[in-house]
């Protein structure tokens, strides 16, 4: 009967693939629970194959009657499996096996688009936002701004080959960028607001990363489940004479991608 099952948005070798993860006999319940059977299978077969990057999965009903368990059941693996990154639902569209993790270079000398591996070709962003507004509490510390600054604040989101995959929220004091949205708006390139301020260039004071859980409007964004594992980057640049110019706060899926720091050497 499984292999009648017939899913036209799924590829017919992913679909085959499937349903011989699925046919493997389960161990006892009393061993291990069958939602997690079902999990250690998909996990192993999205980090080592045969499940390949980007693979569309059928849908949970479909997944749960091509692994003879209820709903609920299905759901419990699906769901721990998105949360820790090896899978990624995409609402209105359906739930896939992850990219695989895209190398990213912290370098003050390359944009964001120079930063990312060379097969990531194409690369897309989205603004999402770009305001004037009282900084917030971060900024006003990483700037050195006053209680009630203002800054103009930009959201922008990072599309890598089709996958939303980095969430920025930068920061940046409206007083030395009057310009802003005109300079902004040509190329959609902060590099041209930092020139047409008279900023040639810009160096990284600091770079901290640390760990989180996407929150409602982190994985709506990046199209992730609540809660899935993300990187969380902040950074502050500095202009030529040494003066904060720009507070970035970002979030990566912890399962794309792979942060490189640039050592230079004196």
């Not at 989101?157 to 409206?174: D, M, N």
């Amino acid at each position: 009967m499984k292999k009648q099952l017939n899913i036209d948005s799924v590829d017919s070798d992913d679909l085959e693939r499937i349903i011989q993860i699925a046919n493997v006999p389960y161990r006892s319940k009393g061993e291990r629970a069958l939602w997690l059977q079902i999990y250690d299978r998909l996990a192993e077969a999205c980090i080592n194959g045969p499940l390949e990057s980007g693979a569309r999965l059928p849908g949970e009903n479909h997944m749960a009657e091509l692994f003879s368990v209820s709903r609920l059941t299905m759901r419990k693996a699906l769901s721990k499996l998105q949360q820790e990154g090896q899978l990624q639902a995409r609402k209105g569209v359906g739930i896939f096996v992850r990219q695989r993790r895209t190398r990213y270079v912290i370098d003050d000398d390359l944009r964001f688009s120079q930063s990312l591996e060379a097969n990531a070709s194409e690369i897309d962003t989205k603004t999402l936002e770009l305001t004037r507004a009282p900084a917030s509490r971060e900024a006003i510390v990483a700037l050195g701004m006053g209680a009630v600054s203002e800054v103009i604040r930009m959201v922008r989101l990072r599309i890598v080959e089709g996958e939303p995959i980095y969430l920025t929220s930068k920061e940046f004091p409206a007083d030395r960028f009057p310009r802003f949205e005109e300079a902004f708006s040509p190329n959609q390139s902060v590099t041209d607001v930092y020139r047409a301020h008279g900023i040639p260039r810009y160096t990284r004071e600091e770079t901290r990363i640390t760990g989180g859980f996407a929150h409602r409007h982190e994985a709506d964004a990046l199209g992730l489940t609540h809660r899935t594992p993300l990187m969380r980057v902040s950074s502050v640049n500095l202009d030529p004479e040494g003066r904060p110019i720009e507070f970035n706060f970002g979030r990566w899926p912890l399962s794309a991608v792979e942060l490189v720091v640039n050592q230079r050497r004196s």
